[in-house]
C-alpha cells in the first residue's frame, strides 16, 4: 500500500486512490457529530449560491456555512460543533459549505473513492482502509482556507498513516502543541469567531467508530 500525504486544494487535485480528505477545524470534525445525532445524508457543497439555492429548493434542509471561520449570514448554522451539541438532526439531510474541507471534496476528481478525515473517527479510518486494502493511498490535509498549511490537519494525516504502518506516533503532544499554532485562535479570550468549545470538540480522538464515505447519487455528491 503506497501512502501519500498532500495538502490542500492542490493536493486534493492530485490524490489518487483511496482519498481521505481531512479538515479536523472543523468541518469533518462536525460532520461526524452531525451523524452522531442522527442526521441522514449530508451535501456538500462547494459554492455559496449553490448552497443558498439548495436550501431555497428543501427549505427544512439545516444549512452550515462557513467562510473565513466564520457563519456565513443567512445559514442556519456555521462550522462548529459546539453550536449542535444539544440538538437533534435525526432523519435530516444537511447542506454543508466550507472553505476548506467542501472544497477538498469537490476538488478530489482524480480519486477512486473519498471519505472524510478528522480525529474524530481517524481508527476507524484506518481500519476502513485496511480492509479495502488499496494500492494507493492519498491523505489530504486541506488546511487553511484550503491554501496553506494548517497543523491539526497534517497532524491527522500522519497520525492515520501511523496507524496504517503500525508505528508509534505521539498523538497526545501533537495535540498540545496545537495549542500554541492553529488551535490557539480557539483559545484566545478576545476571539469572536471561533468558539472555544470547538477546540476540544475537535480533539477528542476516536470519540466515533464509523467513517463518511463519499457517495454520488446521480445528481451531486453526498456524504453517508
Known amino acids: 500500500m503506497k501512502i501519500e500525504i498532500l495538502e490542500c486544494i492542490e493536493g486534493a487535485k492530485k490524490a489518487e486512490g483511496l ?3 481531512i479538515d479536523v477545524f472543523r468541518a469533518f470534525s462536525l460532520e461526524a457529530y452531525l451523524f452522531s445525532k442522527g442526521a441522514l445524508r449530508i451535501i456538500p457543497v462547494g459554492q455559496l449560491e449553490s448552497a443558498f439555492a439548495l436550501k431555497k429548493e428543501h427549505p427544512d434542509w439545516p444549512l452550515f456555512g462557513e467562510r473565513k471561520g466564520a457563519q456565513v449570514e443567512g445559514c442556519d448554522f456555521g462550522n462548529s460543533p459546539s453550536q449542535i451539541k444539544d440538538l ?3 432523519g435530516k439531510t444537511c447542506i454543508h459549505t466550507t472553505s476548506a474541507g467542501t472544497q477538498g471534496i469537490v476538488n478530489a476528481t482524480k480519486a ?3 471519505i472524510t478525515g478528522s480525529l474524530v473517527n481517524a481508527a476507524a ?3 476502513y482502509i485496511e480492509a479495502k486494502n488499496p494500492e494507493q ?4 490535509a486541506m488546511g487553511n482556507q484550503g491554501v496553506s498549511r494548517a497543523d491539526e490537519d497534517v497532524l491527522c494525516a500522519r497520525y492515520i498513516k501511523s496507524l496504517l504502518e503500525h508505528s508509534d506516533f505521539d498523538l497526545a503532544s501533537g495535540i ?3 495549542k500554541e499554532t492553529d488551535g490557539k485562535k480557539f483559545l484566545d479570550p478576545n476571539n469572536l469567531i471561533f468558539p472555544r468549545d470547538d477546540f476540544f470538540f475537535a480533539t477528542q480522538v476516536n470519540q466515533f467508530d464509523f467513517v ?3 457517495k454520488d447519487d446521480g445528481n451531486q455528491k453526498v456524504f453517508c
Open 19 to 21: 482519498t481521505v480528505i
Open 88 to 90: 437533534d438532526f435525526t
Open 112 to 114: 477512486d473513492a473519498i
Open 125 to 127: 479510518i484506518a481500519r
Open 137 to 140: 493511498v492519498s491523505l489530504v
Open 176 to 178: 498540545e502543541a496545537l
Open 212 to 214: 463518511i464515505e463519499v
